[in-house]
Structures are given as structure tokens and as C-alpha cells.
């Protein structure tokens, strides 16, 4: 065999096995992203079904007695539960968290959540408070009758105090008389950039 065909041979091993690792690469990279489909499936079936169940009418909107939440934990009012085997309320939170994302360190900012009464009786919000002085949230009713919702909207002041740099998690709590979830919680996020 003379030098030429050798070097020939070479380059052909050497661009068939580029080739082949190239498919490799190919085959892996596609197996990647339909794992990682598969494993956003379910999250992504639960944000449209938390979406669906989110979504409302004006109409539906409870307005009774409206409420304002802010820090002020400690005892509150009792809870009026209604008597055991009778109608009763069932509260539903469809969406409990919302990362903000990234917000300047004086940002404002607010997202509308909503409590949704799928019971057969009236839910009454005894109190509500939050978990920091810079999170205030304001429930458009404390009483929903059943097929209701209150829209509680969260805002939540990086600047309230020097949060800068940090990622910062404030909630908001709701006591209520649904007698299978007494304390429903919904969450908010946000990473405040440095001055």
C-alpha cells in the first residue's frame, strides 16, 4: 500500500468516525430533550389546570366585608366553623406561589391571586395577615358564598427595607372556616437586585 492510500484510508476512518460520533451527539441530545419534555409534562398539565381554575367573572367576584392583610401575626378571632355534618365551605387557591423574578431594590410590585369557595355553604375569612410588613395583601371579601371567588391582591415593597442582593419569600396567610383546611397560604418570590 503506498503512502497515498494510506493517508486516504486515514481521512476516511477519521471522518467516519466524526460522523458517527456526530449521530452519537445527535441521538443524545434528542433523548435529552424528550426526557426533559416528559419531565415537564406533569407541571405544565398542573399550571393549566391551576390556570383553568383561575380564571373567573367579574360577576363571581365576592365583595363583602373586605379585608386588608398585614403583618400582625399572633391569636386572632376564633374561626366560625359552621356545625359538623351540615353544608360547608371548601376553599380553593388555585395558583399559591409567583416568583416575581428579578425587581430593582425600591420596586413595587403586586399579582392578583385568587380564593375560590367550592363548598356548599359560605366561607368566611376570619383573618388574614402576612408574613412581613413589606407584603400587604387586599382580599376583596372576607365572606364568599358558595361558587364565589375573592381576589386577593398581593404587593409586595422590596424597598420596605434594605433587601438588596438577596432572594426574598413573603406569605400571605388566610384563617378561614373550611373545616378540612383551616389555613390556606399563598407564596410570593423575588430576587432584589444590589443598589
Not at 503512502?3 to 486515514?10: D, F, L, V
Not at 372576607?142 to 438577596?166: E, L, M
Not at 372556616?177 to 432584589?192: F, H, K, L, M, R
Request: charged share 20%.
Amino acid at each position: 500500500m503506498n503512502r497515498t492510500s494510506y493517508r486516504k484510508q486515514q481521512i476516511e476512518r477519521r471522518q467516519h468516525r466524526q460522523r458517527r460520533k456526530s449521530i452519537l451527539s445527535l441521538v443524545i441530545g434528542l433523548v435529552g430533550i424528550l426526557l426533559l419534555v416528559a419531565g415537564l409534562y406533569p407541571y405544565l398539565q398542573q399550571q393549566q389546570s391551576a390556570e383553568a381554575a383561575a380564571t373567573y367573572t367579574e360577576a363571581e367576584v365576592a365583595r363583602e366585608a373586605p379585608i386588608v392583610a398585614q403583618h400582625q401575626m399572633g391569636e386572632g378571632p376564633a374561626i366560625p366553623f359552621l356545625p359538623a355534618g351540615g353544608p360547608q365551605p371548601d376553599i380553593s387557591v388555585p395558583e399559591t406561589r409567583y416568583d416575581f423574578g428579578r425587581i430593582g431594590p425600591d420596586d413595587v410590585v403586586e399579582r392578583t391571586f385568587i380564593v375560590r369557595n367550592e363548598g356548599d355553604a359560605p366561607l368566611t375569612i376570619s383573618r388574614a395577615y402576612t408574613t412581613c410588613g413589606c407584603t400587604i395583601a387586599e382580599i376583596s371579601a372576607s365572606v364568599i358564598a358558595p361558587g364565589q371567588v375573592a381576589t386577593v391582591r398581593v404587593i409586595f415593597d422590596a424597598g420596605f427595607h434594605d433587601t438588596a442582593g438577596q432572594t426574598v419569600r413573603r406569605g400571605i396567610i388566610i384563617e378561614n372556616n373550611d373545616p378540612d383546611q383551616s389555613q390556606a397560604e399563598i407564596w410570593v418570590q423575588a430576587a432584589v437586585n444590589l443598589k
